[in-house]
């Protein structure tokens, strides 16, 4: 028999990573409904989307409705676009945790985080520190299952102009046969279906899964 669908919840639906997991769990037939909490609207129309509008400065307003068997949080910004160390940590920390604690109340079983090569909460470096800060914290809320996704160079068509990683994707791309997984770019649909597929692993626990486990886990059957 097969297992019955499954519900989403998803944070980030705009980013890179966040439209392939968008559009992947829409199309994927393991899941029934899927609900996106989001500042502005992903622009897709389907039959199993919900789409929420929130503030996210203004958890009582949405934490009724982070609800998702399944939940994928792949929100984020750059420091640029932030202003602030201090707006950059409310979006990539604050958000994301609020929603996996409220997550986490309405009994989500599993929760995938996409999250960065180098993450660690004792980094020297403030974005790496944020990181590893997410998943710490995170992964400490009770989740049944959790997925750290820490990919290297994310590689794909972004909607918003990033000039510097532009440029460095174009001296990586040719080089990546021979690089190490975590310095290779990566595709954002590679990476969608790794938190996809790593979702449904029912191995209890954190694992955290680095570049090389997302290349293998995301590869097309």
């Given at each position: 028999?097969?297992?019955?669908?499954?519900?989403?919840?998803?944070?980030?639906?705009?980013?890179?990573?966040?439209?392939?997991?968008?559009?992947q769990?829409?199309?994927?037939?393991?899941?029934?409904?899927?609900?996106?909490?989001?500042?502005?609207?992903?622009?897709v129309?389907?039959?199993?989307?919900?789409?929420?509008?929130?503030?996210?400065?203004?958890?009582?307003?949405?934490?009724?409705?982070?609800?998702?068997?399944?939940?994928?949080?792949?929100?984020?910004?750059?420091?640029?676009?932030?202003?602030?160390?201090?707006?950059?940590?409310?979006?990539?920390?604050?958000y994301?945790?609020?929603?996996?604690?409220?997550?986490?109340?309405?009994?989500?079983?599993?929760?995938?985080?996409?999250?960065?090569?180098?993450?660690?909460?004792?980094?020297?470096?403030?974005?790496?520190?944020?990181?590893?800060?997410?998943?710490?914290?995170?992964?400490?809320?009770?989740?049944?299952?959790?997925?750290?996704?820490?990919?290297?160079?994310?590689?794909?068509?972004?909607?918003?102009?990033?000039?510097?990683?532009?440029?460095?994707?174009?001296?990586?791309?040719?080089?990546?046969?021979?690089?190490?997984?975590?310095?290779?770019?990566?595709?954002?649909?590679?990476?969608?279906?790794?938190?996809?597929?790593?979702?449904?692993?029912?191995?209890?626990?954190?694992?955290?899964?680095g570049?090389?486990?997302?290349?293998?886990?995301?590869?097309?059957?």
């Open positions: 028999m097969h297992p019955p669908p499954r519900t989403a919840l998803l944070v980030g639906a705009t980013g890179l990573v966040g439209r392939e997991l968008l559009r769990l829409l199309a994927d037939p393991r899941y029934a409904a899927v609900t996106v909490l989001a500042r502005r609207s992903a622009g129309q389907h039959d199993k989307l919900t789409e929420h509008l929130v503030d996210f400065d203004r958890p009582d307003d949405w934490r009724a409705v982070a609800k998702g068997e399944h939940l994928f949080s792949a929100l984020g910004t750059t420091l640029k676009a932030a202003g602030s160390r201090e707006a950059q940590y409310r979006v990539d920390y604050t994301q945790y609020e929603v996996a604690r409220a997550a986490r109340h309405h009994g989500t079983e599993a929760y995938v985080l996409v999250s960065s090569t180098g993450a660690s909460a004792k980094s020297a470096i403030f974005y790496s520190r944020m990181k590893g800060e997410l998943e710490r914290d995170t992964a400490a809320l009770g989740f049944p299952r959790v997925r750290i996704l820490q990919p290297g160079p994310l590689d794909g068509d972004r909607q918003e102009h990033r000039t510097g990683e532009r440029w460095a994707l174009r001296i990586l791309r040719p080089l990546a046969p021979i690089l190490p997984a975590a310095a290779r770019p990566i595709d954002a649909a590679i990476v969608a279906r790794a938190g996809i597929t790593a979702a449904f692993d029912p191995t209890p626990g954190a694992l955290r899964l570049a090389a486990d997302l290349f293998r886990l995301g590869a097309k059957a």
